[in-house]
C-alpha cells in the first residue's frame, strides 16, 4: 500500500483565535488528499462529473493531539483502510515534520449517481484503480 502524501503550507488564513491552525484547514487539507488521491487512481473529478457521478462524505472525524502553528512544516499522509462495495474508509495522518504525528483523521465516503440519486457501486476495474493505496481490500 502507498500512501498519498503532500506537505501543504501553512498561511496566515489558516490560523484561529488560539494562534494554531484552525480545524477547517485540517479539512480541506483531508479535500485535497481525496482529489490528489482520486489523480493518482487516474479517476478525474472532472471525468466523475461527466458520467454523472459525484464524490460524497458521510462521515469525518478528527483526533487532535498536539497543535500545528505558523510556521511548522506539515505533511498529510492519506490512504484508504477498506474498500468496500459502495463506500470506502479513508484514514489521514497530519504529521509536523520531520515525523510527529499531531492528528488522525478519518473520513467515509461513496460514489453518488446524480442520475438515480443512489449510491453508485464501483464496477472490478474501478476498484483496482484503487488497490494501490488501499491497505484492506473488502
Known sequence: MAPISFEPEIYTYNIDSGQHVSNIAYIQWMEIGRLKLLEAAG????????????????????????????????????????LKKISAIMRFRFIRLPDEVVAKGKQEGLFFSLETKKPYKLTHEERLCFSEFTENDK
Not at 471525468?47 to 506539515?74: C, F, M, N, W
Open 43 to 82: 479517476i478525474s473529478v472532472h471525468e466523475l462529473q461527466e458520467r454523472g457521478i459525484a464524490p460524497i462524505l458521510r462521515h469525518t472525524e478528527i483526533t487532535y493531539s498536539k497543535p500545528l502553528y505558523l510556521g511548522d512544516k506539515v505533511r498529510v499522509e492519506m490512504w484508504i483502510s477498506e
